[in-house]
């Protein structure tokens, strides 16, 4: 009898450790059968392996869903962190315009799945942006004020020597009306009146420094440093003029210019410029002043006011953010 109770126990105990085994076993397969899905969501919107547009300078966060949470680990990856930038959490900087990739990996156990999506960071949105023409313009011709229609002179025939001698066109008598005669020099091609043409209005070029012998004297003051500049004289200068003294914080663009919105129109004369030089003063639109610190190839339209004198220093002394920029006559 002791020796069956004894079999009896030794059958339960090994029927209790392959129990104890197989259900130990039965996570490890599920976890190894079944993959985990990863779906990535920008605004409510799915990216996944997709991409998506940030303005220069804004931020937006990733938020990550995974079919499985339990053990697992998210973190995100950017193989361009100079253009678009990316936090343990999921938040993205758009820092420079460009196309980057952002990779999330989700760690499960022993194994890794990824997804990914990518930034396209492209230029911020300015107020007046409606007005911003959506392709580069095509140049016109424009007609300077001394460009003159000159009468060229016309073919005469000519004339075979005779016996008769020949009277100059400046030795032709003419008779006043007290009957004298007396001569008059013959008009040349030279003395031709010039006809000037008008120049389209909305075409209008900006002055010459080099013609122009009147000029506005101010200064700009920005952290300290003072910073001789002049002004064309014009109507839109002229109303500038009558704000001074100024004192304005100026908003960052582009890594190149500082842009500040008035609160009135000014009378414009826009042209169409090709390079903008450090230093230059002008109007976009109606309304907003911009200083211009770095040099670079533009299409757009601009109503030129003027110019730093020595822009040497001026994009240390602006920095990369908002600047307080004192403006008065130094006349």
Known sequence: MQYRSKIISCLLVICLLFSFLYIDRMPVSAAGSSKIKIRL??????????????RKGKKKKVRVTVSRKKNAGISFRSNKRSVAAVSKTGKITAKRIGTAKITVTVKSR??????????????????????LPTKSPVPSPTVMPTDIWVTEPTSTPVIEPTDTPMIEPSDMPTEKPDGTQTTEPATTPSEVPSVPTASSPSESPAPDADTVSDMYQITLRINGKDFPAKLYQTETTKSIMQKLPLSITMSELNGNEKYYYFSENFPTQTERVSTIHAGDLKLYGSSCLVLFYESFSTSYSYTSLGYVENPG???????????????????
Do not use: C, M, Q
């Not at 409510?44 to 998506?52: A, D, E, I, L, M």
């Not at 300015?126 to 007005?131: C, I, L, Q």
């Not at 220093?313 to 006349?331: C, I, K, M, N, P």
């Open 41 to 54: 969501t920008v605004d409510n919107r799915n990216v996944s392996g997709k991409t998506v547009s940030i």
């Open 313 to 331: 220093g001026l994009a240390e002394v602006l920095g990369t953010g908002s600047v307080h920029v004192d403006v008065f006559s130094s006349e």
């Open 110 to 131: 022993k194994k890794k799945y990824k997804g990914w999506l990518k930034v396209k960071v492209v230029a911020p949105k300015r107020k007046n942006d409606a007005s």
